[in-house]
């Protein structure tokens, strides 16, 4: 009897310890973010107010619950340009929709931003709750005689105010754009950004700026390069989502197939390797993640440029995590 339970007990310690036990390796597995069901319009391009005949178009935006319980939408969302206008240079307005009830259905309100008669420009932004001086924040490219991030607050979600000056405007790429903002492990925020030319490597660059008060700016850090450009980066609109240990990257390929989103996966938040960790490809163009009600959605934008049956809107489908 000794003996048996002996050599039973040797059975199990070497199955425990044999690290390639299929339960092991499955828990170290990152889990794949999937599409479930059908992505469907979630607002018109063209606001219910705009009576004229002008076609409208969605890009870049983003998804903010207010403390009542109310979910807001803010993005891109612009006529195509009138005669003697650039498509990329006219984009004056900043959308806002709210709802309290289905993410189908949608309440227009007025442009969050209106640069029709200023600048006519006005890029993709970020939102998020600034708990330190209990104010929305909101990170967006703007372009006052270049292409610069700039700081907005607002305490209703509704007005917003721009704050003097520009981000790292020493410092950053003209053209870095697409923010995305989310309160690190480190208690700072974390502005993730698409550029190029991060300490002096010519890429498509996610680089991360680190802040507290949306004043001050640490240096920015490059947490992806792709070598596939020396003069622009080709990326756009990046997510940065932490589940469970795992961290993931989502990014749009845009000037590779428009509607194209990787997803990289990583155990360090301050390294992406794209090379040898895309875990799956998606349909979307500037995908945006969010819960809501108790479900996760995640979302798809535009295109800006005018394609027969495409509807230049916002489309969103719940999203599901697989291993």
Request: with cysteine; glycine share 6%; aromatic share 14%.
């Amino acid at each position: 009897m000794n003996k048996l339970l002996i050599m039973l007990l040797a059975a199990y310690t070497a199955i425990s310890c044999d690290s390639s036990n299929p339960l092991d390796e499955q828990a170290k597995e990152p889990a794949i973010p999937v599409l479930a069901g059908e992505s469907r319009k979630m607002i018109d391009a063209k606001p219910d107010f705009i009576t004229d005949e002008s076609k409208w178009f969605t890009n870049d935006h983003c998804f903010i619950e207010d403390k009542e319980g109310t979910l807001h939408w803010f993005g891109i969302n612009n006529p195509y340009p009138p005669e003697g206008k650039e498509l990329y240079r006219y984009h004056p307005y900043l959308g806002h929709c709210t709802t309290t009830g289905s993410v189908m259905d949608w309440k227009r309100e007025e442009f969050a931003i209106d640069e029709s008669n200023g600048s006519e420009y006005i890029g993709a932004p970020y939102v998020v709750w600034h708990e330190e001086s209990q104010r929305y924040v909101m990170v967006v490219e703007v372009w006052h005689e270049q292409r610069r991030l700039q700081v907005y607050w607002s305490d209703d979600l509704y007005n917003w105010t721009p704050q003097e000056g520009y981000i790292l405007p020493d410092n950053l790429w003209i053209g870095t754009r697409d923010p995305h903002i989310m309160k690190g492990t480190d208690g700072k925020y974390w502005i993730h950004v698409v550029g190029t030319g991060n300490k002096g490597v010519k890429q498509s660059q996610v680089l991360r700026i680190k802040t507290t008060d949306f004043k001050t700016f640490e240096e920015p850090q490059t947490i992806l390069g792709i070598n596939d450009c020396t003069w622009a980066t080709l990326i756009e609109s990046p997510f940065v989502v932490q589940r469970e240990d795992k961290w993931y990257l989502f990014f749009t390929y845009a000037h590779r197939r428009y509607a194209e989103t990787l997803v990289v996966v990583s155990d360090d938040p301050d390294h992406f390797d794209y090379d040898n960790n895309t875990i799956t490809t998606l349909f979307g163009h500037a995908a945006e993640i969010f819960t809501y009600k108790g479900q996760e959605y995640i979302t798809s934008c535009g295109p800006e440029d005018q394609h027969y049956l495409n509807h230049q809107s916002v489309s969103i489908a719940p999203l599901k995590w697989i291993k």
